[in-house]
């Protein structure tokens, strides 16, 4: 039984999740660049599980999105209506629950603020009341929504409507969309994008101890001649070096996670020791028959780079450097340049790499 309610969940969940509109999630976010740099606040409202999501988007969208350690750095003023339950039970008790929002944006609301409604109905009196006045005051309003919308999608400015009517894939989707919206947020305020060298590891910056084999512990790890002055001359290029690794190894039994963990400080040690920083290591450790996101040819292990770098990557001018058609496919499937090097081990000729003409082609 449990399985299959399970299965029912996830499946509507992912389906919905697929859904929606990321022409609505620009304007939100562009809503909410604009706000910062204007000035504006954020005041966000909602009931029950959605005045949690309010609660925790006001967290994510202050703190989350600012540089806490530069004090000039400009904040996102984003305040949550439904936190205050002594103000919230004295309007409700004096007035009406349906006041509760609409009296407290009375209070502390500007003309042109921005404010945010969450409900999975859609259709709660006192959001409705709420975002009416919010309209009259010049307010940009947006909607998360649920069940098809409501009658706030009608109202709302960025109405983002999940079609489900269940309150939890509601809920849940809502706040995805909000972190998807802050941490896209905290890249755009931490500065310019910035290209990245999307590096596979064996054959490009260490050898295989023997063909098809694994590099099981750091006694095994050698750099090639060209890895340095190839890793080198991407910074030099202005490049983040992010490495992307098939490691079946750890599938097979043939060494741990945390072996492979170590293997990785130790070669990004080492790099840095000599001036080349790593901004990441990421690897997937599944066998090929497990159908994981991340093995490559699937791009799973740009996606999580994507997610897990605190910058925001300019994928047009990013690459991905590789020895084997896999690394390629994995480029090209997101959409990146991509360099296929031989690896010097594995070429006929067994003739070195010439890492000039390689950065000459990138530049
Ligand atoms: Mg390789
Ligand atoms: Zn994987």
Request: proline share 4%; hydrophobic share 45%.
């Amino acid at each position: 039984m449990l399985d299959f309610y399970l299965r029912s969940y996830i499946e509507d969940l992912r389906w919905t999740l697929g859904e929606f509109d990321a022409g609505v999630l620009q304007r939100i976010i562009t809503a909410l660049e604009r706000a910062r740099s204007d000035g504006r606040q954020v005041l966000l409202i909602g009931n029950g599980g959605s005045a949690a999501t309010a609660s925790h988007m006001a967290c994510d969208m202050g703190k989350g999105t600012a540089d806490l350690k530069d004090p000039a750095f400009a904040r996102l003023r984003v305040v949550s209506l439904a936190d205050n339950n002594a103000l919230m039970t004295a309007i409700g008790n004096d007035i009406s629950f349906d006041d509760v929002f609409v009296e407290q944006l009375k209070i502390v609301m500007r003309d042109g603020d921005v404010v945010i409604a969450i409900s999975a109905s859609g259709n709660s009196p006192n959001l409705v009341k709420g975002v009416e006045y919010a309209k009259s005051r010049g307010a940009e309003t947006i909607g998360l929504l649920g069940f098809g919308g409501g009658r706030l999608a009608r109202m709302v400015d960025h109405p983002l409507v999940v079609s489900s009517r269940n309150y939890g894939i509601s809920e849940d989707i809502h706040l995805v969309v909000m972190h998807i919206f802050t941490q896209y947020l905290r890249r755009v305020f931490a500065g310019p994008a910035r290209p990245v060298a999307f590096v596979d590891r064996d054959g490009v910056i260490n050898r295989r101890p023997a063909p098809h084999t694994y590099v099981q512990g750091w006694e095994q790890f050698t750099f090639l001649d060209h890895a340095r002055p190839l890793l080198r001359g991407l910074r030099a290029g202005g490049y983040d070096i992010v490495v992307i690794t098939n490691q079946q190894g750890v599938g097979k039994g043939l060494l741990s996670l945390a072996t492979l963990a170590g293997i990785h400080s130790e070669m990004t040690r080492s790099l840095a020791a000599d001036g080349i920083p790593i901004a990441g290591v990421f690897a997937c450790p599944h066998l090929e028959q497990d159908g994981c996101f991340c093995r490559k040819p699937r791009p799973g292990l740009i996606h999580r780079a994507v997610n897990e770098l605190n910058f925001m990557i300019d994928l047009p001018r990013s690459v991905l450097i590789g020895d084997s058609d896999s690394d390629i496919e994995a480029g090209k499937a997101v959409g990146l340049r991509t360099l296929r090097i031989q690896d010097p081990d594995a070429a006929p000729t067994g003739g070195a790499l010439d890492v000039a003409q390689i950065l000459a082609a990138l530049a």
